[in-house]
């Protein structure tokens, strides 16, 4: 008896070989984790907190862009930048919206037209200083930065 549990013990000793399984390096698996990721969309859109409660996240994101639309032509609708801008009757936001909610708005006009870039810059800052609270972009978990464009119509 002792013999075939002798056996049994070396048997068992030697057997954990078999479970003995490579480890893939760290960096590789890092590597083929970041290439599954795609960096050019989001997992969820930054958002208003009206918008907030709809859980489609195309009419999420449509919500999104009509009260930031809403928002910006509301602000911008004085005619200030009309009577000192006359040529302008659409002027293209960049909107960069930060990971801690903070959100910056540059007036990008192309070159062809002369204006006074650092007046139209303080137009903007000065209007849009109170903007509504805007929560950031989520990728995989974490708030992230996110810029784009949107068209603002000065003149109808």
Known sequence: MNKVIALLLILSLQSCQFFDKKVPDEKDLLEQELKKIDWAQVDEFPSFS?????????SQQSCFYETLSTQLHSKLKDDSIAKLFPQLDTIQVKVIISSDSHVNFEPIISDTIAYNKTQLDSIFQLRLTDFPKINPAIKRGIPVKTEFQMPVVLKK
Do not use: Q, V, Y
């Open 50 to 58: 009206i918008c907030d409660s709809i859980t489609d996240k195309a």
